[in-house]
């Protein structure tokens, strides 16, 4: 190894150990802030993505039912935030389930505004 390849290559290293740390620590930050949200997975991604695309089809629906919250974790759909009335609730399940294709794979857990 040349003396150039041998001081670019401790440059290097000293960068990563200075930054590795740092870098760690945000990759930690990251995953806690993510917890409850949508991870970072193409099937979960492309079914919570179908459900949202369902839910704000329906023009029948309030702003607040087409802002819902949509997560999918291991096929598991969770709906989450306020919506309008307990009708306004039934109709946002119905468009969930539609998708996913049975009530057990839904978790309701959206709030009638009074």
């Known amino acids: 190894m040349s003396e150039r390849e041998r001081a670019r290559l401790e440059r290097e290293m000293k960068f990563v150990r200075r930054f590795l740390p740092v870098i760690l620590c945000a990759g930690w930050l990251v995953s806690f802030a993510q917890d409850g949200q949508q991870k970072i997975n193409a ?27 949509v997560i999918s974790r291991n096929g598991v759909v969770t709906l989450k935030g306020p919506v309008h009335s307990e009708d306004e609730k039934r109709a946002v399940m119905s468009k969930a389930i539609e998708v996913v294709g049975t009530r057990t794979r839904v978790s309701n857990q959206m709030s009638v505004r009074p």
């Open 43 to 69: 099937a979960d991604l492309d079914l919570a993505t179908r459900v949202r695309q369902s839910i704000i089809a329906d023009k029948s629906l309030s702003t607040e039912a087409h802002n819902l919250k």
